[in-house]
């Protein structure tokens, strides 16, 4: 074809639509010429006018396989399923005859496997007279996409029956492989020398990430060459296994060796500097600022992910609320409900009037809540105490079905119970079809919180799942409550025995109080000197309180001591000090107490009470004349 032929046909693609088509082809098509247009059409993403060309050119011009394969490649890349099987179906109806190409029924078989159906993949599979290597991993490649990890391998191994693996269906089986699998698909990697290729190295280190970061290094490190996949895999790796530390650093080494990053990237540090309970805040916080800076520079910063896993950050390591809300009003009207439920988060639990108005601004833009942001309104009503609120939610949970929903329904039980309302905990609890091990925590909790020591040794006799350490926080809290201290020595000692948990410094504190509270403060000194680890500030305070109602002012003095050295800038030690010196009439000692603490600058914390007047809470202080 000479040149300017070749220019006329492309400016009439470019030009090319559904209505003028027939003016275009001034002449009978050719089976080359179609295929050139389609694929040309395809590629630019216009797979209505692809069609719509292949549609009206008659049958007899169609005799290249390539065009079929062409489009179904095409619509599985658009996620267009109807307009598939039309092409399917007139493939069929056009040439009954036609014996099957290899060539097309692989590209049916990665088209419906991509699409989720796999029961129409496997037929063409088993129907075909004629396999190679590319049938066999379209469809392994489906399977693991779609989390059928048993057929996933059984295919693979009955693949290497007839084929030597290549990295393509290697690393298709590595997706949905655990850690035993993985292992012997590693090892046969290395029999076939495609271990160092990027594609299996990049799904060797995702398989090991699910359970094992040292083995993902190894083989990041044993990268001849790596692409940005390669680092944010490793990254994430670190990350899944709760090495955010690691993942920092490594992302920091990526940024001085010069290697791009991308989104995915930016995702994963952000969401390892949340996740972080090693980094220092005040680093965390300039990172993640370093992060906000790399955003904005790279143009990252559009897209609503980024920004909601940036609000994220910034809460978590403690931030200032009000930047994380100016990113959240910068993005306008592109939010989506993760990112509502991000700012929701942020404002929860220090701000949660303010979280529950968002909640309202939420519904008024027409976005429907889900069940987490439906789990962090729960957690602001809990914080505000208040039970119309919980109530007003709850209603919300159910018109909008997630009344049947574990995590929910334990959030309710949790907001009830601090709202005062334990019979309410009770009936959201009854009512649950499951129960896991949070479920009972929290309801254990609530009887704890509310005296009802009885009622929690009774419904944790009737527990059908392992209890944890903060099962055990909650039913000494119990007992400690009610003073049973025969029940709480039992179920101490029944921890490490019966239940394999052991004592940790939350039970040591709550046996501490519960010792106190009946008088056994010697008993109380003891255990505190037979503990396997440092006691801390909570543990010296409650031995402090005991001390106090006790008049035990010898081992009050210890406590204050260690608990001064633990938290200098706390007032109790200095405050409950001063009271027992004066209830055993020692003035001048409660004196000097008080000139101490006013010389190391330590203020007390007023004591608040809570009302509420007209659906608004206000704080008051004793003998205060201002009010919030």
């Keep these: 074809m000479s040149r300017p032929t070749i220019r006329a ?10 209505a003028n088509q027939h003016a275009i082809n001034t002449r009978a098509p050719q089976p080359n010429d179609t295929l050139a247009k389609v694929r040309v059409l395809s590629t630019r993403g216009h797979l209505t006018e692809a069609l719509s060309l292949f549609f009206n050119t008659p049958p007899q011009f169609l005799h290249s396989t390539q065009i079929y394969a062409t489009l179904f490649h095409a619509c599985a890349r658009h996620g267009n399923i109807k307009q598939a099987m039309q092409l399917h179906e007139h493939m ?65 191994c009955s693949l290497l029956q007839y084929f030597y693996p290549n990295e393509f269906s290697l690393a298709s089986v590595l997706i949905s492989c655990d850690y ?209 609120h919980a109530s007003a939610v709850h209603s919300l949970v159910a018109k909008y079905g997630f009344e049947d929903d574990t995590v929910i329904a334990n959030a309710l039980i949790h907001a009830y119970a601090r709202c005062g309302s334990i019979s309410l905990s009770k009936q959201v609890f009854d009512k649950m079809t499951y129960h896991d091990l949070v479920s009972w925590n929290s309801i254990l909790k609530a009887y704890a919180l509310h005296g009802q020591s009885k009622e929690a040794l009774q419904l944790f006799s009737n527990m059908n799942v392992q209890p944890d350490s903060a099962t055990f926080v909650s039913l000494l809290s119990a007992c400690s409550h009610a003073a049973l201290v025969q029940e709480g020595n039992k179920i101490f000692h029944s921890m490490l025995e019966n239940h394999g948990v052991v004592p940790q410094l939350d039970h040591y504190a709550c046996m501490v109080d519960l010792l106190g509270r009946v008088g056994r403060i010697l008993e109380a000194e003891k255990l505190i000197r037979e503990m396997p680890m440092e006691p801390d500030s909570v543990i010296w305070s409650a031995l402090l ?67 509420e007047i007209e659906n608004q809470v206000h704080e008051f202080a004793s003998g205060g004349k201002r009010h919030r």
Aim: aromatic residues 10%; contains cysteine; proline residues 2%.
């Design 9 to 18: 046909c492309y400016t009439s693609i470019r030009q090319f639509t559904y």
């Design 92 to 156: 069929i109806n056009n040439f009954p005859n036609e014996p099957q190409d290899l060539f097309v029924t692989n590209h049916l078989i990665n088209m419906y496997s991509k699409f989720g159906y796999l029961d129409d993949a496997r037929h063409l599979f088993d129907e075909m007279p004629k396999r190679n290597v590319v049938s066999w991993t379209a469809l392994i490649s489906g399977y693991a996409q779609h989390g059928n990890a048993e057929e996933c391998f059984r295919l693979f």
């Design 180 to 388: 035993l699998h993985g292992q012997l698909v590693h090892a046969l990697a290395l029999k076939f020398s495609l271990d160092a290729h990027v594609y299996v190295a990049n799904a060797l280190i995702n398989m090991y990430s699910k359970s094992c970061a040292d083995e993902a290094w190894k083989v990041f490190e044993n990268m001849e060459f790596r692409n940005v996949i390669s680092w944010n895999s490793m990254i994430a790796a670190f990350r899944a296994c709760k090495l955010e530390a690691q993942a920092i650093e490594l992302f920091a080494k990526m940024k001085n060796e010069g290697i791009g990053f991308d989104r995915a990237t930016l995702l994963s540090v952000l969401t390892s500097l949340s996740g972080s309970r090693e980094l220092d805040v005040d680093l965390g916080l300039r990172f993640c600022l370093q992060l906000h800076c790399l955003s904005v520079k790279t143009g990252f910063i559009s897209g609503i992910k980024v920004i909601s896993a940036l609000v994220k950050a910034y809460s978590d390591l403690g931030g200032d609320i009000d930047d994380c809300y100016k990113l959240f009003l910068e993005t306008g009207n592109s939010r989506d409900v993760v990112l509502w439920t991000g700012m929701i988060t942020a404002f929860a639990e220090c701000e949660p009037e303010e979280a529950l108005f968002l909640f309202r601004q939420l519904q008024r833009e027409g976005m429907a809540p889900d069940w987490c942001t439906f789990s962090i309104v729960l957690k602001a009503c809990a914080g505000l105490v208040t039970e119309r």
């Design 545 to 611: 309180g005991s001390c106090r109602k006790h008049g035990e002012t010898r081992l009050a003095e210890l406590a204050a001591t260690k608990l001064k050295q633990l938290e200098p800038g706390d007032s109790l030690g200095f405050v409950q000090m001063s009271n027992i010196y004066c209830l055993s009439g020692s003035f001048n000692k409660a004196r000097l107490i008080r000139k101490e603490m006013k010389g190391s600058r330590v203020r007390k914390e007023p004591g608040l009470s809570w009302i």
